[in-house]
């Protein structure tokens, strides 16, 4: 392959890689091109895309975008990417590598550029879970500092209002009229 072919490849992977942080890199040996391409339209539904790289070009692309990927670039490689996290990714992966067991394998999935085991990527959370543990975390002070104004207050409270039903428990019993005096 002429020198020319080469960077054209790889100018074509550097675009359709351009700003992608999470993938998961698969083997796909011996898998039929009619299931193929209903794996690729189901995965393609729900923004996952999948594409078959040539080893050595996509490993010079993924080292020239900062993407740390050293131990699968042996056999076939296929490349999927899309979904809003490498968890959601790993996921739906997950769901395909299950029904087609011996022909499609994980080798391995990257997060954030940093390469990952996927067992490990299968447990990180989604975005809106990441997202909503941040929020849980920013506000655990506040509802802390809530909870030490407003607790000695609502005891306070508490102790006002059993005076008061006190009050109106013992008001009746001394408002009733006493017994005529003996005659």
Known sequence: ?????KQMQMDALKDSFKGVRDLVMLNVVGLDAIAENK???DLRKK???????????????????????KSVWEGSTTVAWGAASVAELSKEIEGVVKKHDKKIKVKTA????????FAT??????R???LGRVVMLAMAP?????????GPASQVCGQIKGIKDMKKDEAPAAETPAAPPPA
């Not at 990527?121 to 989604?126: G, R, V």
């Not at 506040?142 to 407003?150: S, T």
């Open 121 to 126: 990527a299968l447990k990180m959370p989604t």
């Open 142 to 150: 506040a509802r802390r500092v809530a909870g030490q104004i407003v």
């Open 39 to 41: 794996i690729r339209l």
């Open 47 to 69: 923004g996952i895309r999948l594409q078959m790289v040539k080893n050595s070009l996509a490993q010079r692309v993924f080292d020239g975008m900062g993407l740390s990927i």
């Open 128 to 130: 809106p879970e990441a």
């Open 110 to 117: 990257v997060a954030d550029g940093q390469e990952v085991p």
């Open 1 to 5: 392959m002429s020198k020319v072919i």
